[in-house]
């Protein structure tokens, strides 16, 4: 937690901007999920709204604040001689909520019958979208909405969410606070040693789980744990592999893609990929550099002022020209990227934001967070993708993550029905059908004069510094 002068000033900052709303803010914050049964829960974690706002990390609080008297109340029952006995002492709700700045407390069941009285005066109730089931389950109950309808549709958001509670809270968590980009450094720097453990690792015949076991045990022993499920996988062309029982094989590459999570719940966001050998091939090294060379021109126009769509076009042109260099594309590079070639080898985006969550914000509705008013999202394969298109300011954090990939069934998808327009060259390109995929991602702040790469050290990244790093680890 913060000191209490940053979340009382947070919530101001929120009432201010909700304007001419009147109503109520009811903000939900996590309960406990059990796994196999109610008493063997997951790990918990609370809920990133919940934390930004009123900081307290324990299950089953709420709070409100009234946005006409500006009252604030946080809701949540003392801990009773049964908890004591499993959980031992706690704080009490009174002491816990002076903390971050609220002197009106009240039992978590009162909560009901105090919505249910505004909602017959006519009150509005502001909620921002559920991230999980409880959540859902506990708004429907509240506010008479569908627990289906609690939830983000898709990337559009969540239309019976209140839009300008939403909208205000993305205003404020967008620009990072001096100290949250702390604590992203922070994130960083453990971000860095978990990857360097992965990199040391990889020796041929090794299983990769093993791996996984000890970049992961870093994150355990110095932070929360890892921010998202650790990606660590021979075939880089499957975005999401969380196979980990291969054995290290020769002449592959590895991506690696994992973040960790710092006990204040601040994230990182790395990916390096690796020649399990230690050296490129040839063909290796051609498509690494395309995509190192990417990674850098991200990062050399991320400055305020400069939409980050426009660096995800700048990326697909630079890939382009270098595929065309190797004939697996043919053609104008102005066609190609108007017609959106490049998504057949990044069918993603080229970043999103991050910060509290490694997707930061996205249960809020990802068009909201990562456009601008005006902007509208392309129906385009990759570029369709894109998270995080906004024109930049400063304290806006997001990934630089370029990628090539060589995915057969899209591969042959497009050949199929002819959604390649004639630009590549499918007989070049049979020969990469088990190549795989290489992804690269740094975390960038926007800084008033440019951009810098989060953390006090950078993953080695050119080719040659890979095989350098690889050679004396």
């Given amino acids: ?69 500006g009252e604030e109340t946080i809701w949540s029952t003392d801990f009773d001689v049964d908890d004591i006995i499993w959980m031992g002492p706690m704080p009490s709700v009174s002491e816990q909520a002076a903390g971050v700045g609220v002197s009106r407390t009240a039992p978590y069941g009162a909560l ?16 921002l979208p559920a991230s999980r089931y409880y959540n859902a389950i506990k708004l429907s109950k509240l506010t008479g909405v569908p627990a289906d309808d609690c939830f983000s549709a898709g990337k559009a958001g969540c239309p019976a969410a209140s839009e300008a509670f939403v909208k205000a809270v993305i205003g404020l968590r967008l620009i ?23 990199r040391k690792g990889i020796r ?16 355990l022993a110095n932070g929360w744990g890892v921010s998202f499920a650790t990606i660590l996988t021979q075939h880089g062309e499957i975005f999401h592999c969380h196979s980990h029982e291969m054995p ?58 400069v939409e980050y769509r426009d660096c995800h076009l700048a990326v697909a042109r630079h890939m382009l020209e270098n595929l065309r260099d190797l004939d697996l594309v043919r053609g104008n590079i102005d066609d190609m990227v108007s017609e959106g070639i490049a998504g057949l080898f990044m069918p993603h985006g080229l ?16 068009n909201l967070v990562g456009y601008d008013e005006g902007q509208t999202r392309s129906s385009q394969l990759g570029l369709g993708s ?25 591969i042959e998808s497009w050949k199929k029905d002819g959604s390649d327009k004639g630009f590549v060259n499918y007989a070049k390109l049979a020969d990469y059908y088990d190549f795989g995929g290489i992804r690269l991602e740094d975390d960038l702040l926007v800084t008033e004069g440019g951009a810098r790469r989060l953390g006090s050290k950078r993953l080695p990244i050119a080719p040659d510094d890979v095989e350098s790093a690889m050679a004396n680890d």
């Avoid at 929120?14 to 829960?41: T, W």
């Avoid at 041929?204 to 994150?219: C, F, K, P, S």
């Avoid at 290290?248 to 020649?275: C, Q, W």
């Avoid at 970043?351 to 490694?358: E, I, P």
């Fill in 1 to 69: 937690m913060f000191e209490k002068q940053v979340y009382t000033s947070r919530r101001q900052a929120l009432v201010k901007a909700m304007g001419s709303e009147s109503g109520i803010l009811l903000f939900i914050g996590n309960a406990e999920s059990p796994a196999q049964y109610r008493d063997n829960g997951y790990k918990w974690r609370q809920d990133s709204n919940w934390l930004y706002f009123w900081g307290i990390d324990e299950p089953l609080f709420a709070a409100t604040i009234d946005l006409e008297s």
């Fill in 112 to 127: 009901d019958e105090y919505i249910a009285k505004a909602r017959a005066a006519g009150r509005r109730i502001h909620f």
């Fill in 176 to 198: 990072k606070e001096e100290r949250e980009i702390a604590a992203i450094d922070a994130a960083c720097d453990l971000g860095y040693e978990m990857h360097t453990i992965a």
């Fill in 204 to 219: 041929l015949g090794r299983i990769e789980q093993e791996i996984v076991g000890d970049m992961e045990a870093v994150t």
């Fill in 248 to 305: 290290v094989a020769p002449g592959k590459l590895m991506v690696i893609d994992a973040g960790a999570e710092t006990n204040i719940h601040y994230a990182s966001d790395f990916t390096r990929t690796y020649p399990t050998g230690g050296v490129f091939t040839q063909k290796q090294r051609d498509i690494y550099q395309t995509v190192f060379e990417c990674n850098e021109l991200a990062f050399s126009m991320a400055r305020p002022g």
């Fill in 351 to 366: 970043g999103h934001n991050m910060g509290l969550d490694v997707h930061d914000m996205e249960d809020l509705g990802e």
């Fill in 386 to 410: 894109l998270r995080m298109a906004r024109k930049l300011q400063p304290g806006h954090v997001m990934t630089d993550e370029p990628g090539i990939y060589f995915i057969p069934a899209l």
